[in-house]
């Protein structure tokens, strides 16, 4: 009897990668908001700095939302990714690459400050998550339509 690694093609040890190098992004990105509070005096577990409190509020704020939203976006895309690779492992990784390049730079153009800075390449990211639902979809159609 076959085990489950046995039956995945070769080429999905590249949808492995993209998902650890995302995982590595955030990792990267948490440390950036822990220096930022160290830096901007916002303590645990304090979400977010008030403006009327804390004059770097809008910095630091900008730093913590960058690394929140992609946080809120891993969930999609780790299911698009190991779904869709199913089918289209070499497509899917490399959306997964080119999600986590733009996202750095999402986060990136974010921590400045200026949230309009986030989209300069980051915007680029959701060329990459609809490239993995159009594979996740063809993934999922090839089921149904299977003999």
């Known amino acids: 009897m076959a085990s489950a ?3 995945l ?5 590249y949808v492995v990668l993209a998902v650890v190098l995302y995982t590595f992004l955030n990792f990267c990105m948490a440390a950036k908001v822990g220096r930022a ?8 577990p304090t979400m977010y ?3 009327s409190e804390n004059k770097d509020a809008k910095v630091f704020n900008c730093v913590q939302r ?7 976006m891993m969930p999609m895309l780790f299911v698009l ?10 497509i899917s990784a490399a959306l997964g690459f080119l999600f986590t390049f733009t996202r750095y730079f999402y986060f990136k153009g974010y921590a400045t400050g ?12 959701f060329l990459a998550i609809f490239g993995l639902i159009g594979c996740t979809i063809s993934f999922g159609v090839s089921l149904l339509l299977r003999g």
């Open 49 to 51: 700095a008030s403006e």
């Open 37 to 44: 509070r160290k830096r901007y005096k916002v303590p645990y």
């Open 9 to 13: 093609p070769k080429e999905y040890g």
């Open 114 to 125: 200026d949230p309009i800075n986030r989209l300069a390449i980051g915007k680029y990211g």
């Open 81 to 90: 990714l190991v779904l869709g690779g199913l089918k289209h492992p070499c």
């Open 66 to 72: 960058g690394h929140q939203n992609s946080l809120e």
């Open 5 to 7: 690694v046995e039956l």
